[in-house]
């Protein structure tokens, strides 16, 4: 596909039992889990180790050491810091076919020779079942990097008017200074486009990793750069959170942040910022994807399966470490002991375990901190007297950092389990009166400060366009009939508002406007030569 084709979304591979693919990544599978890889920072293109090193252990299995981080010393920052600047320098005056070129290219090897490495790291590094794996560090990926090249040129496109004698353009420049992006562990395709997007505008970037996806985001960076992507334009330097942060946001070239990740971090990176604000050279543009505490209502008309089918993958793929999994669910008092019954049966045949061992549908919780606090929210709603434990409840460290999915029935609507963010495989179920669905709207939209995104269940049209005015700024991505995961780059433009994020929607050209400062150029052909205008003469 070239700079100026339409793109399609990827499409994602079976996996069944004999195919091509299968056996590719069974084999890339093997071949990592016998090989502990050394991931040093990438600086200027150049591989910089450090005294200071970390074992990465995949999530579902203690015993498995992937690789051995290398954490970036101040030192080895403010290097990449100094190589993100000089590297603009040229990669700003790319054309920006010429730059498009190598994010196409990265797409193809992504889709090809590299789609069962990144596949792989994920599964292992990041504990996703093949099917995760695929639709992330391959299919959203891969989509990333195609659909920004056909937004980056609509807005490139997008001139002002011209005049008779009077040429105007916009000239759509980079940033002056790096963006710095901060990813989370639990998409590697988040991690590469908050990476790869402000730098297709011709930004430089420094790339700070989630310890926990080091792996496949060491790896995206390698086929980055086997795609042509010039050193020193994105730069990777893993390391200590805080003390990498201060480094970076200390710089006066610091031009923007590209984060996701949780509420509390993105708030203080924020405050960080604001009270360096004089120092820096220009104002940095500030994009934050955050948290949720996303919801599943459903209404009396709602059909039973599909909404029992929305609960079960809405709120427990990938271990309910979506931004986007649903946390919290309203449902009527009519038609709750019918879902009850087929979402307890379902999740009676749903099996958890190493996700190398393709009949489990779940893997494990990333690392000993999530295990923890997804567990103190499941004993205290054990001691609770409004809270019930309906399914799942267990946890189990002692191989992975494994927790069964759990159902909690909640009749407190404003309880820590309906309004804050659990991030694991917990699902809060409130029963509610039938006829009171004004006031579930209500309640729905006021419970809880996240607003991302939200789904409702329903056949009545008109109890539909209730809910839908009813909730509009109760999440950034809403879903009818449906479950509120899976966003797709190019059909549902993500993200939320309040305090979920700046809403600056990935995979869309708004997020894509964030990464470029516009310069207006007016050119006129025959520019007055006298001061005076007619009606003075
Ligand atoms: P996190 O906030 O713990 O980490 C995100 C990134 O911030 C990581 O790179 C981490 O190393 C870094 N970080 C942590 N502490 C820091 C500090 N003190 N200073 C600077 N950087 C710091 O989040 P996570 O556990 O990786 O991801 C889960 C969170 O991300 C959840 O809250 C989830 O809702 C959110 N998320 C949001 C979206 C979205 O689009 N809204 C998408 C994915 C994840």
Redesign the pocket.
Known sequence: MGPHSQPMNEPVLSYIRGSAEREALERTLRDMSTTQIEIPAIVAGTEVRSDDTATLTAPHNHDLALAKVHRSSRDTVEQAITAAVEAQRDWADWTFEERATVFLRAADLLAGPWRQTLNAATMLGQSKTVYQAEIDSACELIDFLRFNVAFAKQIIESQPLSSPGVSNQLDYRSLEGFVYA??????TA?GGNLACAPALMGNSVVW????SAALSNYLFLQLLHEAGLPRGVINFVPGE??A??SAVVGSPHFAGLH????????D??WNQISERLPEYASYPRLVG????KDFVLAHASADIDSLAVALLRGAFEYQG???SAASRAYIPKSIWPQVRERLLDDLSRVKMGDVTDFQNFIGAV?DRK?FNRIRGFIERANESTTAKVIAGGKTDDSRGFFVTPTVLLEENPHSELMQD?I?GPVLTVHVYEDGRWEDILRLVDQTSSYA?TGAVFGQDRKALQVAQKALRHAAGNFYINDKPTGAVVGQQP???ARR??TNDK?GSYLNLLRWTSPRTIKETSIPPTSFEYPYMK
């Open positions: 901060v990813t989370p562990f639990n998409f988040i700070k990793p989630a310890a959170a805080g990498v942060s984060f996701t990740g949780s509420t509390a971090v993105f203080s990176l994807e955050t948290g949720g470490q979506k931004c990333i999530a963010e991030f991302l993500f993200g939320g979920s994020g990935a």
